[in-house]
């Protein structure tokens, strides 16, 4: 059966970038698969150890998730560290992975900076945790924002090398399935899963600067929209929001070389759940001056119920600890499952 992971970071505020490139899809996901959402806070502990709030922190991404419209009682919502197999999985996929590969990671790159010796070895490592996280539950899909792309991509690596090498232990454990390598089958435990990266947010752009991505990190909060402003600060920021001089183009083509235009777009696209193209057909040969006053109505119109929908749950964080409570006991029994079988397949003696 389909099986869908993602998770979130509780590091600093959530944006629309992550609204509309993740949290979005993980709600529309819900009517057809079986999904499980993690606010993943070992992940935060890599770039920076410590942190002032760190359990409101994963309250609040566990608010967001709720107030998205995420269904906790069909799905699963958790908080990472507490089911022990994502830590004792990676731990093995250290084992897979290669040097290699982590250094090749770009995201590892650009927060280690220049000081690569004296970043976290656990910031090295990340990419072998996330697959963790997926591999842990044997998910096939995995909706993020395109710059997760990279660290998919290496997450099917490990599974198929991790099936490879062992492919004659999981077939005498009587585990896993045939799966097609190339032009070879081996005896696969992990699946190969498909990363879910589509539609016109994939890839939110600063509000200042169409070349650079909208992030939590961005020194400048006029460049992203935050789950947490209200309906003036939308405004405020959207009218801010950096344009080129001419009118908005009434095809795709012409947003070519016009990153900012074509963001605003993405994102009134999105917002609206609809092509591109039709809001170009809808808008072209119109200003900014026009275009921006719509784009804050459909904003606040979209995302307004989901603030104060997250800030309603943040009153009462007895029941988001609940809620994270039951969703880890459940993931735990999952992974429990999962470590079992994986022990048994690399003779690691247990029981
Ligand atoms: P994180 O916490 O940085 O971001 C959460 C999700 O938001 C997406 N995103 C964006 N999408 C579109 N435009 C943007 N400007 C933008 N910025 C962020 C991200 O792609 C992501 O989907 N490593 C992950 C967390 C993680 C994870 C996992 C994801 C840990 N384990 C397992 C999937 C599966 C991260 O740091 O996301």
Same mark, same amino acid.
């Given at each position: 059966t389909p099986r869908v992971f993602s998770g979130v970071q509780p590091t600093g505020n959530l944006h629309l970038g992550n609204y509309l490139g993740a949290i979005r899809k993980f709600v529309a996901l819900q009517e057809s698969h079986d999904c499980l959402y993690c606010v993943v806070d070992l992940h935060?502990?890599?770039?920076?150890?410590?942190?002032?709030d760190l359990p409101g922190q994963i309250r609040s991404i566990t608010a967001a998730f709720l107030a998205a419209g995420i269904d906790p009682a069909r799905h699963i919502v958790f908080n990472q560290s507490r089911v022990s197999g994502h830590a004792e999985l990676a731990w093995i996929f250290n084992c897979v992975a290669r040097i290699g590969w982590m250094n090749r990671m770009t995201q590892f790159k650009e927060k280690a900076g220049k000081d690569r010796e004296n970043a976290s070895l656990g910031l090295l490592a990340y990419p072998s945790l996330m697959a963790a996280d997926i591999l842990l539950y044997r998910a096939t899909h995995v909706p993020v924002g395109d710059d997760q792309k990279q660290h998919l991509e290496l997450t099917r690596d490990i599974a198929a090398k991790f099936n490879n090498d062992f492919s004659q232990k999981i077939a005498a454990a009587g585990l896993g399935e045939p799966m097609a390598t190339g032009d070879e089958t081996v005896n696969g435990y992990f699946p190969i899963t498909e990363p879910l990266i589509e539609g016109p947010a994939t890839r939110v752009m600063s509000l200042k600067d169409g070349a650079k991505k909208m992030s939590? =990190?961005?020194? =400048?909060?006029?460049s992203r929209i935050n789950l947490t402003d209200d309906a003036e600060a939308i405004a405020r920021k959207i009218r801010k929001a950096k344009t080129d001089p001419d009118a908005l183009p =009434?095809?795709?083509? #012409?947003?070519? #070389?016009r990153p900012e235009a074509d963001n605003l777009v993405g994102i009134y696209a999105a917002l609206a759940e609809r092509p591109k193209a039709e809001i170009l057909a809808e808008? #072209? #040969?119109?200003q900014f001056s026009e275009f921006k006053p719509a784009l804050v109505d459909l904003a606040v119109e979209t995302l307004g119920p989901v603030t104060s929908q997250m800030r309603r749950l943040m009153a009462d964080p007895g029941h988001i600890d609940a809620v994270l409570r039951d969703g880890g006991e459940r993931a735990g029994a999952i992974a429990e499952r999962t470590m079992k079988d994986v022990k048994q397949i690399i003779g690691l003696l247990d029981d």
């Open positions: 935060a502990i890599t770039a920076q150890l410590v942190h002032d939590k =990190s961005d020194p =400048s909060d006029l =009434s095809e795709l083509e #012409g947003l070519a #070389g808008f #072209g #040969g119109r």
